[in-house]
């Protein structure tokens, strides 16, 4: 019951019990006790208490009068009311908001992959700041704490995480989880600053694509590993390639520097660990200038393969 109602019954009490009190004795009391009990009620309406997280805002007959935005007791109008909102950090989950993805865009050169569907999880944290102006406005816009979280919050929340997730191709959009929650703050907090309304945080913790979506994006993927691979492997021959031109030029692959790396695996034979070298392994060079030759278990090897390799070379002894 309202402060105007309570008030008015007791005055009538009164005035009913001053009138009577011409022929009652104990109607002038019930009209003292009646005035004291009125003026007790004013007293007790006219103080608020704020705990130092609170913000409150004091209204009377559906007007803004002022914004409390310190803690601890308050005097206000015994006809007026107070809203409390809570300073304190409020946590909203956004769950499974259904995003389209872009068509543009691309993976390294890779032409993207067209659309596709997903769903986004999402949580948001903010608070209210003391800004005066700012509490004004979300009381007079939605009047109740609860009212600004989720009419206020939660919907500039989710509207944000689909405009940002719908710019993004599927195949960039899981990858980029961080770079989309920045710019979804970044919305949010644009949205929310006229009302005082701070955003602390936002994180995304998880993207789930639809299944045909999935699949395409697999594929995708594997094709820019094929590419990958390909170009490692071009590089790595054209490497190759290189290498052999500076050992040519350097003479590495000369007649006489084969047959000195073969007199080296003859110094170094471990007849131990390998056994005796074949009777007739020796380094003399046979074949064309250009073709040469060693001479391996009566037979030539090539160029490139002067002997067996050995298992493990050491300081050990010569052939037996």
């Known amino acids: 019951m309202g402060f105007f ?3 008015s019954i007791l005055i009538v009490i009164v005035v009913a019990a001053l009138i009577a009190g011409r022929w009652a004795k104990s109607a002038r009391l019930v009209a003292a006790a009646t005035a004291l009990l009125l003026l007790g009620y004013t007293a ?3 103080f608020v208490t704020l705990d130092h997280r609170e913000v409150g805002i004091q209204t009377a007959l559906g007007r803004y009068i002022s914004t409390m935005n310190t803690g601890g007791i308050h005097y206000k109008s015994p006809w007026s009311s107070v809203e409390k909102f809570d300073q304190t950090i409020q946590t909203v989950d956004l769950q499974g908001i259904s995003v389209s993805f872009s068509d543009g ?3 390294e050169g890779i032409e993207e992959i067209g659309g596709g569907k997903g769903v986004i999880n999402a949580t948001v944290r903010w608070q209210m700041s003391r800004d005066e102006d700012g509490a004004r406005l979300l009381w007079e816009r939605y009047r109740t704490f609860e009212s600004v979280s989720a009419s206020l919050v939660e919907r500039t929340a989710r509207d944000a995480v689909i405009n940002i997730a719908n710019s993004y191709p599927a195949a960039t959009a899981i990858i980029s989880q961080r770079e989309i929650a920045s710019q979804v703050k970044t919305e949010i907090e644009k949205s929310l600053d006229p009302y005082g309304v701070v955003v602390d945080s936002v994180s995304i913790p998880a993207i789930d694509l639809d299944g045909s979506t999935q699949a395409a994006v697999d ?3 594997t094709t820019q590993q094929d590419i990958k691979r390909a170009q490692n492997e071009q590089r790595r021959a054209e490497i190759d390639a290189e290498t052999t031109k500076l050992r040519e030029a350097e003479g590495a692959l000369t007649p006489a520097a084969n047959q000195r790396y073969c007199l080296e695996i003859v110094n170094s034979w471990d007849v131990a660990a ?3 070298l074949p009777a007739t392994f020796n ?3 046979t074949g064309t200038g250009e073709q040469p030759s060693i001479i391996v278990d009566g037979g030539q090897g090539s160029e ?7 298992s ?3 300081s050990g002894g010569d052939e037996d």
């Open 105 to 107: 865009g691309g993976v």
């Open 304 to 310: 490139d393969s002067p002997s067996p390799a050995p």
């Open 5 to 7: 109602a309570v008030a």
């Open 219 to 221: 594929r995708l993927f």
């Open 283 to 285: 380094c003399a060079m």
């Open 44 to 46: 007790m309406n006219s």
């Open 274 to 276: 390998n056994g005796p």
């Open 312 to 314: 493990a070379p050491s």
